[in-house]
């Protein structure tokens, strides 16, 4: 991970065509390198997902260049690295498992180094399905599921709505999870935790601890998919 770290804290620092192009060759190395270590975390994950096991690198990674047509940014280039690991791919609406590398300059992202469980888009229906799933069963939800995940994990409270939807309560233990619309535990992590042995081992455990909140998602995903076939 340490060459990964280097070329994206040094592409951040040069982000433009001219250098990019001078160092493709280095990119690719470290492309190889990252896709090693995607494939070793996807054989990890599928020992516990079945779900995730058949996955291939183009169901779970993504390219470099920056879409900069509807952004005031137009940087050329992504300065971080994200494997997203669900069933069906990272195209399929489901939740699962995502492991973001980033420069390690500060907290937030796309700077920080994270894990997540959850996805950050669903299904209007998905969604009204789980807030009332998890109002009604807050104390299965929150001790078999949430309480279950390595205590890394915390709610990520990103795009959440200011005010808990009229039809809940605003003071139930429950209420924050009321006003998500991306369901999601997320980790931040440090250089020091990228940097340890047998990484992907070590990132699959963590993730295997949130695998009950992974399937209490789908579900509701699954329900829908299936209500719209029909």
């Not at 070793?40 to 169901?59: M, N, Q, V, Y």
């Not at 939740?95 to 992202?109: Q, S, V």
């Not at 995940?149 to 795009?159: C, L, Q, R, T």
């Amino acid at each position: 991970m340490k060459e990964i770290l280097e070329f994206l804290r040094d592409l951040e620092n040069n982000n433009n065509r001219e250098w990019f192009n001078s160092n493709k060759e280095r990119y690719q190395k470290v492309l190889k390198t990252w896709y090693a270590f995607c494939e070793s975390l996807i054989k990890e994950i599928g020992r516990f997902d079945e779900d995730i096991a058949p996955l291939t690198i183009k169901d779970c990674t993504y390219r470099i260049y920056r879409d900069t047509r509807f952004s005031k940014d137009k940087s050329p280039y992504k300065t971080h690295f994200g494997v997203f690991m669900a069933k069906g791919g990272k195209k399929s609406m489901h939740a699962g498992y995502y492991l973001h590398i980033g420069t390690g300059a500060g907290t937030e992202y796309p700077h920080a180094h994270m894990l997540a469980s959850g996805n950050y888009c669903y299904d209007n229906k998905a969604v009204k399905i789980l807030r009332e799933d998890i109002s009604d069963e807050w104390d299965t939800f929150s001790r078999n599921i949430l309480g279950k995940a390595n205590s890394m994990f915390v709610p990520d409270m990103e795009g959440a709505l200011k005010r808990v939807p009229r039809e809940f309560d605003s003071n139930a233990p429950y209420a924050d999870w009321m006003r998500m619309k991306s369901f999601c535990l997320s980790a931040i992590t440090d250089d020091s935790f990228l940097l340890e042995d047998n990484l992907a081992q070590r990132v699959a455990e963590l993730f295997k601890t949130t695998k009950p909140f992974i399937n209490y998602i789908n579900r509701a995903v699954d329900f829908v998919k299936e209500e719209m076939k029909g």
